[in-house]
């Protein structure tokens, strides 16, 4: 079973620019989640989509932040515009939902590592 | 100051030591992850656990509810266990369960 995948593994954009990223959680996972490491610091977390509803996404930093997950599938976390301090590198992760269990395993991506210039 | 704290922050051991990984958190759980990133690579789950501990080859994670204190153990270490250990813990579900809190992380090194 394939696990959970990103793309890019890099990205190299000047300040100002659009970046997206995408996410594709293992088959079946309902919860995605977006996290990110900035350099130096510990990882954070960004988001919570329980199928394709942000069940949480006390984490965004600001508006220029939009993440979507159209169909309860693949993920996007677009970055519009970028600015330096947006460099890090951002992992996917997902999970299953068991109905009375209040935690599961989260499955990571290999994560995207973004460079803003 | 971080609701997770590892320490120590950076760990180099030769070969074969016995290792310890501390983590101390402050706020209430209903899980705690110990994680692992080997340079360049993803972020693998070693051991979801809530209270006593685990057990997986040459590593042991133990977890102090009260004491609000986890360590990561391994035996016989061996160089490629070098990576970047990860503590990261659940929030009980009314403190939004599903997503992690991480610590910073404590980047291990194994000379042969």
């Known amino acids: 079973e394939a696990g959970v995948t990103q793309f890019p593994s890099h990205s190299v954009i000047e300040k100002g620019q659009t970046v997206t990223l995408r996410c594709d959680p293992i088959s079946g996972h309902d919860n995605l989640y977006w996290y990110r490491r900035v350099m130096g610091k510990e990882i954070k977390f960004l988001l919570h989509?329980?199928?394709?509803?942000?069940?949480?996404e006390s984490g965004m930093p600001n508006n220029r932040f939009l993440a979507e997950r159209t169909g309860g599938t693949y993920s996007t976390l677009k970055v519009q515009p970028a600015e330096l301090e947006d460099s890090g590198v951002y992992f996917c992760a997902s999970s299953q939902t068991t109905p009375g269990w209040p935690y599961n395993e989260q499955f990571f991506g290999p994560g995207t590592r973004l460079t803003v210039l | 100051k971080n609701e997770v704290e590892q320490s120590p922050q950076n760990l180099t051991a030769q070969e074969g030591e016995f290792i310890t990984i501390n983590c101390s958190y402050s706020?209430?759980?209903?899980?705690l992850h110990w994680l692992q990133q080997h340079p360049g690579g993803g972020i693998v789950s070693l051991f979801m656990l809530s209270s006593g501990k685990k057990k997986h080859g040459r590593l042991i994670a133990t977890i102090n509810i009260q004491e609000k204190h986890s360590s990561l153990h391994i035996t016989a270490s061996h160089p490629r266990d070098s990576a970047v250990y990860i503590c990261?813990?659940?929030?009980?579900?009314?403190?939004?369960?599903?997503?992690?809190?991480f610590g910073q992380g404590t980047r291990l090194t194994i000379n042969p």
């Open positions: 990261a813990v659940q929030l009980r579900p009314l403190q939004g369960a599903q997503k992690l809190v």
């Open positions: 989509f329980v199928k394709e509803s942000k069940q949480d």
């Open positions: 706020v209430g759980i209903s899980a």
